[in-house]
């Protein structure tokens, strides 16, 4: 699960009326801030106190087992405090794993010296720590741990996620010391504020602070979505920003016909990460910014979200500028191009269009799909490229000649593709349907068309 987003006092008093609305009360809610740690969430399971096995997120459905590697993280306890109470039978925790700033920069000039790529992110390098497949080159990362959730509380005699946290503690996990209860509303803007304030003092990186319902039993009744808690947000840090220029605009056509425009901006580097493009959304948007070609922007980026243009810097227009304008015919297919009136959105209806195929095909055997190992975008453009894949049937019919022969391939790698593609066929019903891409058919409402559990 991830986390919905916020970003200011107004949002926060939106989510909080949200919650109540839910929860068909009008009362005050108690609530819980941790800082929102930029690093990787393991799952650990303890069995009579013993830690047993320990994940990732892995491909968000089969997580990874990385328990040899989790072992080594000095601040994970293999064995539990004994309390006074008894230890529950099967305990499983969740948390970040992390790298502080100076085992980060340590750690990339040793990569530096030893002539290895560097990490971009201290997120990446812990991720990247954790994937080793050799747990002694893991122990060697200074990788660090914070506890913030129980999968079962039930196994606690705790009725609140700050009694959960102190429990935790009390067994031996280390709990982050800013985490704070705060009663009311204005105690979490206040903490918010403080938050922000002191963030460069310390020696992680935080890119918000997570705003929980303190009640367990409230958590439970509020429940999740398809992609996250009701009970939780993440209040994050303003975007950084930067300036750059707007050099090309391109337009492209998605799985579903919908036509995108793609500024290509001069690359800027935003907090350690070179920008070059930014999506400009639709004709409406350019239209309200009044975005024109080599304008100077202001662009943003927020934590992953995909960097956006905030806005124009008029002042310096020289007068060369140029309009941006919207093609009246798909770039791809030359067919032309619809709006349904209501919509921003401007689509290619050509069902044929060998834009939209493509692009379905990729989604169809990627990671939103299928995820076949092997049949990432530059394979599955290559296969459409040279005629072997058209529709989606087509990727069933491929054989080991035709896969050998093509540029870059030989007889192993079509092996592993045929392998990996035979695995497949037994997934989830709901995960074919979401894979088809079908415009407003995801994974949900693939398991509710199927009537499995959702
Ligand atoms: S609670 C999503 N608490 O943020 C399920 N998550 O954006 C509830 N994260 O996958 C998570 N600090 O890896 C929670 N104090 C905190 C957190 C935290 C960092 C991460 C976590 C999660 C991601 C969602």
Redo the contacts with the bound molecule.
């Keep these: 699960?991830?986390?919905d987003n916020i970003f200011s006092d107004a949002e926060l008093v939106a989510f909080d009326e949200k919650v109540r609305r839910y929860l068909k009360t009008d009362a005050q809610l108690g609530y819980i801030t941790?800082?929102?740690?930029d690093?990787?969430?393991v799952e650990l399971v303890y069995r009579q106190g013993m830690l047993v096995v320990g994940s990732t997120?892995g491909d968000g459905v089969v997580g990874e087992d990385v328990t040899a590697q989790l072992k080594t993280v000095q601040s994970i306890p293999l064995r539990l405090r004994d309390t006074a109470d008894a230890l529950p039978e099967e305990l499983v925790v969740?948390g970040?794993v992390f790298l502080s700033g100076k085992g980060f920069l340590l750690l990339n000039q040793q990569r530096q010296e030893a002539g290895e790529p560097l990490f971009a992110n201290p997120r990446n390098a812990a991720a990247g720590s954790l994937r080793q497949l050799d747990p002694k080159i893991t122990a060697r990362r200074p990788l660090q741990f914070f506890i913030?959730?129980l999968a079962n509380p039930e196994v606690l005699p705790v009725a609140t996620q700050g009694e959960a946290l102190a429990q935790l503690g009390r067994l031996g996990f280390p709990v982050n010391p800013l985490v704070t209860v705060c009663a009311s509303l204005p105690a979490v803007e206040a903490q918010y504020q403080r938050l922000l304030a002191t963030r460069h003092e310390l020696d992680y990186e935080i890119d918000g602070m997570?705003v929980?319902v303190d009640s367990l039993g409230l958590q439970q009744r509020l429940g999740v979505t398809a992609r996250?808690?009701r009970w939780?947000a993440?209040w994050k840090f303003p975007a950084v920003q930067a300036t750059t220029v707007i050099e090309a605009v391109e337009f492209q056509v998605g799985r579903t016909g919908a036509v995108t425009p793609v500024a290509h901006l001069k690359p800027v580097d935003v907090n350690g990460v070179v920008v070059r493009r930014a999506t400009l959304h639709n004709q409406d948007e350019i239209a309200r910014k009044d975005l024109r070609l080599h304008d100077t922007v202001l662009i943003q980026r927020a934590g992953d979200v995909i960097p956006e243009i905030v806005k124009v810097i008029a002042e310096m227009r020289s007068g060369q500028e140029e309009p941006i304008l919207f093609p009246a015919n798909c770039p791809e297919c030359g067919q032309p191009l619809a709006q349904t009136p209501g919509e921003a959105v401007v689509r290619c209806v050509n069902a044929y269009c060998p834009a939209q195929r493509l692009q379905q095909m990729i989604h169809f055997a990627g990671k939103s799909g299928l995820d076949v190992e092997g049949l990432g975008k530059k394979n599955v453009e290559q296969l459409v490229r040279e005629g072997l894949v058209q529709t989606i049937p087509d990727f069933f019919r491929l054989n080991a000649e035709q896969l050998a022969s093509l540029d870059g391939w030989g007889e192993k790698s079509a092996h592993n593709v045929l392998t990996a593609i035979e695995q497949r066929k037994t997934l989830p019903l709901a995960q074919l349907i979401a894979a088809l891409g079908i415009r407003h058919v995801g994974e949900e409402i693939g398991r509710a068309s199927c009537r499995e559990r959702v």
Excluded at 34 to 37: A, C, Q, V
């Design positions: 699960l991830s986390l941790e800082p929102k740690l690093g990787l969430a997120r969740r970040e913030y959730g997570v929980k996250a808690p939780a993440a």
